[in-house]
């Protein structure tokens, strides 16, 4: 099985569905792939590159031919989300040994899929300034020729029967669908069915829901009738990507290596310093919009490596969750860190950083008070100090309702805004004040919420980190909820740490909780080389064309 993802905001939300889908299948029995396209996720280009849908059909088919070569397999599944239905079927069309196909929520013509796209930029995210033709979505931006050539999907481009067999999942059966309407008139069996659970999957990368029935259904449909025996197995190799200023690689550390993370540094010489940098919320490892891959290769063309990390439960570390309490704030994630710094002093390096946004900031303030061998923190936008009843109360409730808010914000963005309204007040009379839109806001409710201890520990932490010389920089976005509880327990602007020695903190303008605007995550960056004592050997977004 080959599996097309979305990209994007999409891509975020389905990268753990889709993961443990491929695991599903392999627990089958049958090996499966799955991918980033160029200038997505963790592989070479930008968004930037020219004629890249082109380049992601190549893409789709240079996966099929890496299945078949290091499998040993004759037949080939594929199963498309989103934009990856509309490539697998175009794709599959064009070859031969193609058994089966699922698409996943396939659009039904490019021009109504990037309607779709620009009510969601709206309803996720502020959208960043764009030249004309272009769009952005949730801190991605599309390039005008890009937009334009999305815009010229086409259930007509399938020129034949893709597969015998199609399974097509949607919100609803699909009845109707442009997309099955073509597949049946080219001769295929099409079977088609609701997608249960797809709003929940699809609405929020941290509040994420797995549809397991439907990964079930899938895997199921998938592996029936297929052969037991004749695949070769499939042992993983050490995977690396280079471009002109970094060199990258997968890794696995931990115990029994079920932590996944990605070590990048420069093709030349050997790093003396590395920066770990943690997931933010439930986003993977390549960080939102893509901030965490862009500021690893930013840094490795200075000679800074890094170790973008997912922790236990998150992303490819999906299965280090078992056993544990499955929170973002567990206290047993800070051995995650650790576990990064002993993978990194295993290759002779020793000056480590730690970075950390939202739940990643808690983890990493954590972890250096736990863990002496970190000398510098980057606490961005921490929205929780000191984890307890109401937080964990207020989180549940916003990820019950992150699903229902998101679609009543969309449909207001393309039917009747009053109607909308109506709707979000008829599904959410409790929480709705809590999933206006952003953990951020929940957050600042909650803040007010919990009530101090008598013995301050937030200072007293701090007190500790100083003491021992660690540097900390504390990051936030200009009116960011997290300044409300920085003030609740370190005094107004967080005095009470900034007046000792090595405590610093830094004020991201226009900038949104998640760092949705570039100039925010460029800003950050930069703050990034300050902390770490480096120079940036090239001008922000020169690099930002990779090699693939």
Request: charged share 20%; hydrophobic share 45%; aromatic share 6%.
């Amino acid at each position: 099985m080959v599996i097309c993802g979305s990209f994007g905001f999409e891509d975020l939300c389905s990268h753990k569905t889709l993961a443990i889908l491929a695991e599903r299948i392999a627990s089958a029995g049958q090996p499966a792939l799955r991918f980033d396209y160029q200038g997505c996720g963790d592989s070479g280009g930008a968004l930037t590159d020219a004629e890249l849908l082109d380049a992601w059909k190549r893409n789709v088919r240079a996966a099929i031919d890496c299945l078949r070569a290091r499998a040993g397999v004759s037949e080939i599944a594929l199963v498309g989300l989103r934009l990856g239905a509309a490539l697998a079927a175009e794709i599959a069309a064009d070859l031969e040994g193609v058994a089966r196909l699922v698409l996943i929520a396939p659009p039904a013509a490019g021009r109504s899929y990037m309607r779709e796209l620009k009510a969601l930029a709206r309803v996720i995210a502020p959208e960043d300034a764009c030249a004309p033709g272009e769009l952005s979505i949730a801190g991605y931006q599309l390039p005008a020729d890009l937009v334009k050539s999305l815009g010229c999907v086409e259930p007509a481009l399938i020129r034949a029967a893709p597969a015998a067999k199609v399974l097509a999942m949607g919100r609803d059966a699909l009845a109707g669908h442009p997309v099955v309407t073509r597949l049946t008139a080219l001769g295929c069996d099409v079977t088609t069915e609701a997608f249960e659970g797809y709003d929940a999957m699809m609405c929020d990368p941290t509040a994420s829901k797995t549809p397991l029935a439907a990964v079930e259904r899938i895997a199921g449909w998938i592996v029936q009738g297929a052969p037991k025996e004749g695949a070769r197995p499939v042992h993983p190799v050490p995977a690396t990507i280079t471009g002109p200023d970094f060199a990258e690689s997968a890794v696995r550390f931990g115990k029994g290596r079920a932590l996944a993370g990605v070590y990048c540094r420069s093709p030349n010489g050997t790093p003396k310093q590395a920066l770990v940098i943690l997931n933010a919320g439930a986003i993977h490892h390549i960080g939102w919009a893509r901030g965490s891959v862009e500021l690893a290769r930013r840094l490795a063309a200075s000679g800074v490596a890094t170790l973008r990390i997912d922790v236990g439960g998150v992303g490819d570390s999906f299965a280090a969750a078992t056993g544990a309490s499955g929170s973002l704030y567990a206290p047993e994630l800070k051995g995650d860190v650790s576990a990064a710094l002993d993978w990194l002093t295993s290759q002779g390096i020793r000056d480590v950083s730690v970075l950390g946004a939202c739940s990643g900031a808690y983890q990493a303030l954590q972890a250096t008070l736990a863990d002496e061998r970190i000398r510098r923190v980057a606490l961005v936008n921490q929205l929780c100090y000191v984890w307890g009843a109401t937080y964990s109360m207020q989180l549940s409730a916003w990820r019950a309702t992150k699903a229902s808010a998101v679609n009543a914000a969309l449909e207001s963005e393309t039917e009747n805004a009053q109607e909308a309204a109506r709707v979000l007040n008829r599904l959410m009379p409790f929480a709705k004040k809590f999933a206006k839109g952003s953990l951020s806001a929940l957050m600042s409710l909650s803040a007010r919420a919990s009530a101090a201890t008598s013995a301050n520990v937030v200072e007293d932490w701090f007190e500790t980190l100083s003491a021992r010389g660690v540097a900390v920089s504390m990051i936030f976005s200009d009116n960011d909820p997290g300044l409300v509880e920085l003030e609740r327990w370190l005094g107004p602007e967080g005095a009470r740490a900034t007046s000792l020695p090595g405590v610093a903190r830094h004020i991201l303008p226009d900038a949104d909780h998640v760092l949705t605007q570039r100039t925010a995550r460029e800003a950050l960056g930069s703050l990034m080389f300050d902390m770490m004592g480096v120079e940036e050997t090239a001008e922000v977004g020169e690099k930002a064309s990779l090699a693939a």
